[in-house]
């Protein structure tokens, strides 16, 4: 997977916090979504025309992008779910955990590979 589909992802990730409209998605709606693995579709839901996660979920540009994603999303999961407070500092936005988790799957770096775009 190119990184740069997930640093897309968490320019409009952080697009949508700074609107403040969606301070209501809570880290237990994330976690919710997570675990039913569909945390872009929950998101594209409730944020509508804010966000275009075409790419990601209706186009094969980043290959199968939505199951890649998935997966890190809930290995992170698996792994710190209610650790957030400690692990990343986050306690209070749904939104702002899955920044913060989608920027742990750029450290951890695994199946990754930068962009061979000129």
Avoid: P
């Amino acid at each position: 997977m190119e990184v740069t589909a997930l640093t897309g992802l968490i320019l409009q990730i952080n697009s949508l916090i700074d609107s403040g409209k969606y301070n209501d998605i809570t880290i237990s709606d994330v976690h919710n979504a997570i675990e039913s693995q569909r945390l872009l579709r929950f998101i594209k839901e409730k944020c509508g025309t804010d966000i275009d996660l075409s790419i990601y979920l209706e186009s094969r540009a980043y290959g199968d992008f939505e199951d890649f994603y998935e997966e890190k999303i809930n290995q992170i999961y698996n792994g710190y779910a209610g650790d957030e407070n400690r692990k990343w500092g986050i306690r209070n936005l749904g939104l702002c955990l899955v920044l913060a988790w989608t920027n742990e799957i750029i450290q951890w770096g695994e199946g990754l590979q930068l962009s061979t775009r000129g």
